[in-house]
T-cell receptor
Framework: KAGVTQTPRYLIKTRGQQVTLSCSPI?????VSWYQQTPGQGLQFLFE???????NKGNFPGRFSGRQFSNSRSEMNVSTLELGDSALYLC??????????????FGPGTRLTVL | DQQVKQNSPSLSVQEGRISILNCDYT??????FLWYKKYPAEGPTFLIS?????DKNEDGRFTVFLNKSAKHLSLHIVPSQPGDSAVYFC???????????FGTGTRLKVLA
């Protein structure tokens, strides 16, 4: 069974640009969550999607947005990039049954560097 | 406000001994907890979970203990192996919120 895949793995952008990251969940998984990891901050929750609906979002500015497609693949977009957006962006998928509490399986992440 | 805290940034343990990683939380609505292990340049890997209806869950060398009154959970690894050297994250969730709150991680180093 293929794991969670994220593309691209590495990305370098300049301030003011926008970026789109992609995540393909494990087959059969309908929930996709996104996290931002920066040194010393752990994983910060960005948002969660299930069946194309955003069920929750974290405390990030509106520059961060996402969507999910009918095949459960998800994208996240960051507009008007700032230096502080440099981070590892992780995607996780799960079956997400009742209550949304089950194991999340993570992809390898996309390392975004903003210059 | 950091709702999930891992107060020890790092821990060193001799091979074969027990590793104990700790995690504290503040939100009494959390009722499901997980531990993940992360190697550099990889995504976190699920280790073990525990629901608030239990106080202990075991899986091979890994045991998680939950003390709801103290809002504290711990991960025990016995015996520790050099391959266990990684960053360990605890995470917590409240039913119906569809989000996990992660701690900042503890870097475990198992010395051969």
């Amino acid at each position: 069974k293929a794991g969670v895949t994220q593309t691209p793995r590495y990305l370098i952008k300049t301030r003011g640009q926008q970026v789109t990251l992609s995540c393909s969940p494990i087959s059969g998984h309908r929930s996709v969550s996104w996290y931002q990891q920066t040194p010393g901050q752990g994983l910060q929750f960005l948002f969660e999607y299930f069946s194309e609906t955003q069920r929750n979002k974290g405390n990030f500015p509106g520059r961060f947005s996402g969507r999910q497609f009918s095949n459960s693949r998800s994208e996240m977009n960051v507009s008007t990039l700032e230096l502080g957006d440099s981070a590892l962006y992780l995607c996780a998928s799960s079956f997400s049954g009742s209550g949304g509490q089950d194991e999340q399986f993570f992809g390898p992440g996309t390392r975004l560097t903003v210059l | 406000d950091q709702q999930v805290k891992q107060n020890s940034p790092s821990l060193s343990v001799q091979e074969g001994r027990i590793s104990i990683l700790n995690c504290d939380y503040t939100n009494s609505m959390f009722d499901y907890f997980l531990w993940y292990k992360k190697y550099p340049a990889e995504g976190p890997t699920f280790l073990i979970s525990i629901s608030s209806i239990k106080d202990k869950n075991e899986d091979g060398r890994f045991t998680v203990f939950l003390n709801k009154s103290a809002k504290h959970l711990s991960l025990h690894i016995v015996p520790s192996q050099p391959g266990d050297s990684a960053v360990y994250f605890c995470a917590a969730s409240a039913r119906g919120t569809y989000k996990y709150i992660f701690g900042t991680g503890t870097r475990l180093k198992v010395l051969a």
